[in-house]
């Protein structure tokens, strides 16, 4: 087995990182690898588990350049400092493309960034975030993978104690709008021109000999952003954390927490525990995302304009330019999933159709597909039906899923992990690879919860 690891962000400035060994664990086990991110990754794998654990956990290399990073963010808007408390990067492997990856431990143990935390991380929701991660790349949309999970052998204590366990992620990149934000409180900007020139040769090298390029840097970041959570609320996902650190650089879902794909449509839904305000519920999310850019912009502000406040204007001015770039793609793309053209005024029975969700609590994923099916309850929707069906129709493809990886199973699985019964996991992240086809085995998987099997709120994994 073959790692290429080539590293290049422990050239920077070593204030950006420290070197961290993992935690030794006697008896690891392997409990899912991802046989098709492997083969992305052109890693030559053979079929025995020992040796697998070996690999993902670096056994075999030089540990002395296995790294965390430093970061701080804006923690549901306090401002903290931070860092890979409990992640650990194996290196950035480079495959056959040519293309980087970050190679990462999730709760492999304490790194300096550990503060008072153990550095660990339990079963359930390094199962949830493999689930999670894997649907959303198969749904087309930017998100850090999931190439193995590790049962470590460990108890660790949380409310009760639990299976420990380590997520091999992989990443274009771990740089966060954190980073910068730890970069620029050194008040060296030297160093800190070193990470934003590094950034941007490493994951836009087409705008590094830009002449306005920290400006078209910023540009480039809102795009990505705002693009990427268009495609959280067509899918109907809620992050719940969207916090400074956890708002990757390289446009890519990244965090999976207290996350979620909605059942019934409510703009105002949370899933968080923690999230009592709503800052990052559903229809939050792309404000929420506008905020984090301006924390973003205003740790380089120098280098868009030696005068302040010109800089200040031109921010400002994207900020705005991508609020209604946002809600011009928006309306196209709920045109789409109503199968709609997207070049006459829809906007009204847009709203209406997510009004009428709304009052009857009707499923997000389910009633569009409803709609394609000529299904929809002539009872609720006949009015808005009778206005709809004088409209052109156009039909999309991959825009409405039939499957997403509801809460609800994710927690059946997760119990009966703990049981150590893991069918139900292996079998669910195979039907998640084809989210836009109908066929009889995804059936029970469309379903949602009864009651008593609802979920309200998910838990940070900490
Ligand atoms: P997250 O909610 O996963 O984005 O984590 C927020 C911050 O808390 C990050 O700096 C993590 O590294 C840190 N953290 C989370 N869990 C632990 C843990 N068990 N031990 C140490 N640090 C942690
Ligand atoms: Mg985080």
Redesign the pocket.
């Known amino acids: 087995m073959n790692w290429n690891f080539q590293n290049s962000y422990t050239d920077l400035p070593n204030i950006y990182y420290s070197n961290v060994k993992p935690q030794n664990f006697q008896n690891p086990k392997l409990l899912l690898f991802n046989n098709e991110l492997a083969d992305e990754l052109n890693l030559e794998v053979n079929n025995n588990e020992k040796a697998i654990c070996n690999f993902l956990l670096g056994k075999n290399i030089d540990k002395k350049n296995f790294f965390s990073q430093a970061?701080a963010g804006h923690?549901f808007g306090q401002f903290t400092i931070?860092?890979?408390?409990?992640?650990i990067l194996l290196g950035e492997h480079i495959n056959k493309n040519n293309i980087r990856f970050d190679i990462q431990l999730k709760g492999s143990g304490?790194t300096p960034?550990?503060?008072n935390?153990?550095?660990?991380?339990t079963l359930g929701p390094m199962i949830r975030e493999y689930i999670v991660s894997e649907a959303m790349n198969y749904l087309g949309i930017p998100s850090t993978r999931a190439l193995a999970i590790i049962i470590t052998g460990e108890k660790i204590l949380r409310e009760k104690y639990e299976p420990g366990a380590i997520l091999v992620r992989v990443a274009k990149s771990h740089i966060r709008v954190g980073t910068f934000q730890f970069g620029s409180l050194l008040r060296n900007i030297k160093e800190f021109n070193n990470l934003i020139n590094y950034t941007i040769k490493r994951l836009f090298p087409e705008i590094d000999n830009n002449e306005k390029k920290y400006l078209n840097f910023f540009k480039k970041i809102c795009e990505l952003q705002m693009n990427l959570i268009i495609e959280w609320m067509r899918v109907g996902f809620i992050h719940g954390?969207m916090?400074t650190?956890?708002m990757s650089i390289s446009g890519e879902t990244i965090?999976y927490?207290p996350c979620a794909y909605m059942d019934n449509y409510n703009p105002k839904t949370v899933f968080s525990s923690i999230d009592q305000m709503g800052r990052y519920s559903f229809e939050n999310q792309s404000k929420i995302a506008l905020w984090n850019l301006a924390r973003f912009a205003e740790t380089f502000l120098h280098l868009i304009d030696n005068n302040e406040n010109k800089a200040i204007k031109l921010v400002e001015n994207i900020l705005i330019e991508n609020k209604e770039k946002f809600e011009n793609c928006w309306l196209e793309m709920m045109c789409k999933k109503l199968n709609l053209s997207t070049h006459e005024n829809n906007q009204k029975l847009i709203y209406d159709f997510l009004d009428i969700m709304h009052i009857y609590k009707l499923d997000y994923t389910n009633t569009f597909i409803n709609l394609e099916k000529n299904n929809l309850d002539e009872n609720i929707f006949g009015d808005w039906l009778q206005k709809y069906n004088l409209k052109t129709k156009k039909k999309y493809f991959k825009i409405n899923p039939v499957i997403i990886p509801r809460n609800h199973i994710i927690e059946n699985i997760i119990k009966e992990s703990y049981k150590e019964n893991y069918s139900k996991l292996f079998t669910f992240n195979e039907i998640l690879k084809f989210p836009y086809v109908e066929n009889k085995n995804n059936k029970k998987y469309r379903k949602l919860p009864k009651d008593h099997e609802k979920v309200f709120q998910t838990y940070?994994?900490?």
């Open positions: 970061y923690q931070l860092g890979d408390g409990r992640a304490q960034y550990s503060r935390g153990d550095g660990k991380a954390v916090n650190d956890n965090d927490g940070c994994g900490t």
